[in-house]
């Protein structure tokens, strides 16, 4: 079955288990850095927001040997644990005043995402664009978001500089900044898979080594989710490196994190931003990338440049 028969196949059977009540739409999504996905949002008509499920996944599981019966009872079960426990409708979200708490922001890279900044609400940020969403609603299975448009922003009659102030408040109250070490992340990780076989004092003498090199941190969110913004929180750079006692080296590992070392003068610039760059084109899924070039925090001036070889 090709893809486009296994998109239309999903959605007749979905379609014949839900009803006619409801509403079955499959679309292009544009993502980060003008990747399009396809979208499946099932919408009552008593609501004009939908969660939205992304197929192109469950193509690549069905062509694995997952059967459709199993696919389409996966997602939804997925719709099912993301319906929104207070369901927005038009008429909440025309009203600015309601949403002026729930606006936050992201980062993303500027040249690979022109088309989609026509049509959104920017501000221009180094290499980078602070763009705004909606935060909507958590749910078992993750949160309900709607990034915000520009006919959303010209209803609300709201400049974009209003816009940032607001995500600029709200944003870290939402999704709290967490500045862990790579050995911590790491231990996290080893513990989650290990379980029972996880030995802290084995992991110790692996990541023994650390200690010979600038250590690495990895700055993002409480959700783990378009975490590298919080490298714009209020003092969460300048308090950290004056705890180090250094300037620091930001590394845009995605758009969800950024890794930071100290500037001790131990780390080559042109090597890191060779790295970052063959570490994107190789590991890093392109809708994840957000920039090839490193950047430095400096005490100094409390301001972030971008570092080019």
Known sequence: MDYATFLETIRQALQTRLGEDLQLVIRPVPKNNGVLMDGLSIQSSDSSLAPTVYLNPYYTLYRDGMSTEAICSDILGLFQSSLPSDPFHEKDLNNFHDMKSRIMMRLIHTDSN??????????????????????????????????????????????TSELLRLALRNTPREYPDELKS?????????????????????????????????????????????????????????????????????????IHEVLLAPDNNNMSFEYLNSMVMNINQSEVPKEDRLSDHIYLYTRADDCIRIIQS
């Open 114 to 159: 022109q088309e989609l900044l026509q049509s959104i609400p920017h501000v221009p940020y180094l290499d980078l664009s602070i763009v705004f969403y909606l935060f909507l609603d958590r749910t078992s299975s993750g949160q309900m978001t709607s990034l915000i448009h520009k006919d959303l922003q010209e209803r609300w009659k709201a400049e």
């Open 182 to 254: 790579m050995s911590e992340v790491m231990k996290d990780i080893a513990r989650q898979n290990l379980g029972s076989d996880y030995n802290e004092d084995t992991l110790d003498l692996l990541l023994e080594e650390e200690a010979n090199f600038s250590p690495l941190y990895v700055l993002s969110n409480s959700s783990g989710i378009y975490g590298a913004c919080c490298m714009l929180y209020k003092n969460t750079l300048k308090n950290f490196a004056d705890s180090l006692g250094y300037d620091l080296i930001i590394i845009p590992s995605s």
